[in-house]
């Protein structure tokens, strides 16, 4: 690793298999990753972020993940909203007819997004995420972050 790498600060996860599930830090180091950029991950556990921040001079609040996730028969609608825009996608890919050689900023954003679900969906019930990955329309979203996975490396 260069003196001069960027340092980029990451999130860790706090579930057994190590997933890292910020879709916003997974969408940097996609393009990191894909255009051979070097920089080294720091992970910052939430009681580092804020003084973290504040130490390189941004004074944003955070806040506690708890208070985003649904809970409930709120959690079901909000799966149900997640099928469909699945399904919409794989609607809009159909019709462009195949998928692009090199992978582009919005499938590097989608596939940080599908991180950011499987994070999740795997500390609640794998069954969530192998509904989406696996069988919902006919794998495609398995066989997509598969081809992602080459610029998964940190």
Do not use: C, H
Not at 46 to 54: G, S
Not at 69 to 77: D, F, H, L, M, T
């Amino acid at each position: 690793m260069s003196d001069n790498a960027i340092l980029f600060d990451d999130i860790p996860s706090k579930s057994d298999t190590g997933i890292l599930w910020s879709p916003n830090t997974w969408k940097v180091r996609y393009i990191l990753n894909y255009k051979r950029i070097p920089y080294q991950t720091v992970m910052l556990g939430y009681p580092d972020i804020e003084p973290t921040m504040k130490k390189v001079g941004n004074t944003n609040q955070t806040f506690k993940m708890e208070d985003l996730y649904p809970r409930g028969e709120q959690k079901v609608i909000e799966w149900r909203k997640v099928e469909a825009a699945f399904n919409k996608e794989d609607g809009l890919i159909m019709g462009r007819g195949s998928e692009t050689p090199a992978p582009t900023f919005a499938e590097f954003a989608l596939g940080a997004y599908m991180m950011w679900l499987k994070a999740i969906f795997e500390q609640q019930s794998e069954d969530s995420w192998e509904a989406i990955v696996v069988k919902q329309n006919s794998g495609r979203w398995g066989k997509f972050l598969k081809m992602l996975e080459k610029y998964e490396q940190f």
